[in-house]
């Protein structure tokens, strides 16, 4: 209970951060985008863990306001970045099924309107568990999202239960293979087969593909051999606080 009633304020209070990692273009190494992980900076307790607070923050609601707050953040930073971002970098923020169920249309329009920010720089993270839940509504809500130029890519691919009929019909740009399967190449059999198969769907749908999780050059082979374009994950670069991902856009410059 503590927990939640200081989650309440913390956003009064200034206690979120963004944190940024990179994503990469498989074959050159050179940074393509970030994915922004929030942190929550608790006074009493430091850094509190996403997996600890947001389930706390979506059964209460909260994650609603503190989604908008990052949403509004990370416009903010592509806009007093715009001059270090290479071309076609974008920012991708995780959204939470809650903000879908709400008003995330408005919420990303505001963000856009008041900091001026690209909608070409932005990227929304959904998972299929999150757009099963009432289809043609998600579809009518992704819609709208792309129109307003941010694009979209669903997260955790291959975890959730979306059927393909759907896959199609889902107005999204990205499919994000999954950590648990990437990190079981090159030498589980049928991970490896997963792997290629959905870069294959991913592109015979017209998609673009990015395989999350990537810590080993092992791994990064196998996807660049596979014709994975774009992967993260640790061996790129681990999730760092605004100033240091900063500095890491200036160094690649
Ligand atoms: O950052 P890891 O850093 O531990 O993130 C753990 C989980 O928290 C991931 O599933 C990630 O998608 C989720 N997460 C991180 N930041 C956000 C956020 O801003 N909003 C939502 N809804 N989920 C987030
Ligand atoms: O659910 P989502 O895909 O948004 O989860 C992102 C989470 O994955 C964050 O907690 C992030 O810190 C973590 N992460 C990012 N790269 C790697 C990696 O290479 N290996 C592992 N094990 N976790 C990673
Ligand atoms: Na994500
Ligand atoms: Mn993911």
Same mark, same amino acid.
């Given at each position: 209970?503590?927990?939640?009633?200081?989650?309440?304020?913390?956003?009064?209070?200034?206690?979120?951060?963004?944190?940024?990692? #990179?994503?990469?273009?498989?074959?050159?190494?050179?940074?393509?985008?970030? $994915?922004?992980?929030?942190?929550?900076?608790?006074?009493?307790?430091?850094?509190? *863990?996403?997996?600890?607070?947001?389930?706390?923050?979506?059964?209460?609601?909260?994650?609603?306001?503190?989604?908008?707050? =990052?949403?509004?953040?990370?416009? %903010?930073?592509?806009?007093?970045?715009? +001059?270090?971002? *290479?071309?076609?970098?974008?920012?991708? =923020?995780?959204?939470?099924? %809650? &903000?879908?169920?709400?008003?995330?249309? $408005?919420?990303?329009?505001?963000?856009?309107?008041?900091?001026?920010?690209? #909608?070409?720089?932005?990227?929304?993270?959904?998972?299929?568990?999150?757009?099963?839940?009432?289809?043609?509504?998600?579809?009518?809500?992704?819609?709208?999202?792309?129109?307003?130029? =941010?694009?979209?890519?669903?997260?955790?691919?291959?975890?959730?239960?979306?059927?393909? !009929? !759907?896959?199609?019909?889902?107005?999204?740009?990205?499919?994000?293979?999954?950590?648990?399967?990437?990190?079981?190449? *090159?030498?589980?059999?049928?991970?490896?087969?997963? =792997?290629? /198969?959905?870069?294959?769907?991913? %592109?015979?749908?017209?998609?673009?593909?990015?395989?999350?999780?990537?810590?080993?050059?092992?791994?990064?082979?196998?996807?660049? +051999?596979?014709?994975?374009?774009?992967? &993260?994950? !640790?061996?790129?670069?681990? *999730?760092?606080?605004? /100033? /240091?991902?900063?500095?890491?856009?200036?160094?690649?410059?």
């Amino acid at each position: 209970l503590g927990m939640e009633e200081n989650l309440r304020h913390a956003l009064a209070r200034d206690e979120f951060e963004l944190h940024f990692q #990179p994503k990469v273009d498989t074959a050159s190494g050179a940074m393509t985008g970030a $994915e922004v992980l929030l942190r929550w900076r608790q006074p009493e307790r430091g850094l509190v *863990p996403p997996a600890e607070f947001i389930p706390i923050a979506e059964e209460t609601g909260l994650i609603v306001d503190i989604g908008a707050w =990052v949403l509004e953040q990370a416009c %903010r930073r592509v806009v007093e970045w715009e +001059d270090r971002l *290479p071309a076609g970098f974008r920012l991708a =923020v995780n959204l939470s099924v %809650r &903000q879908l169920q709400g008003d995330i249309d $408005e919420a990303v329009r505001h963000a856009l309107a008041t900091t001026g920010a690209d #909608p070409a720089r932005i990227e929304l993270e959904l998972t299929e568990s999150m757009l099963m839940e009432d289809t043609e509504r998600a579809i009518g809500l992704m819609d709208r999202l792309s129109a307003q130029g =941010v694009q979209l890519a669903l997260d955790d691919f291959g975890t959730g239960y979306s059927s393909l !009929y !759907y896959l199609r019909r889902f107005p999204i740009h990205r499919l994000k293979i999954d950590r648990s399967f990437v990190s079981e190449v *090159p030498n589980d059999r049928s991970c490896a087969a997963i =792997v290629q /198969a959905t870069i294959a769907l991913a %592109r015979s749908l017209g998609l673009e593909v990015i395989a999350e999780g990537v810590e080993t050059t092992d791994q990064r082979d196998f996807l660049r +051999d596979a014709g994975c374009p774009e992967c &993260q994950g !640790y061996l790129f670069g681990a *999730p760092v606080p605004g /100033a /240091a991902f900063a500095a890491l856009l200036d160094s690649r410059r």
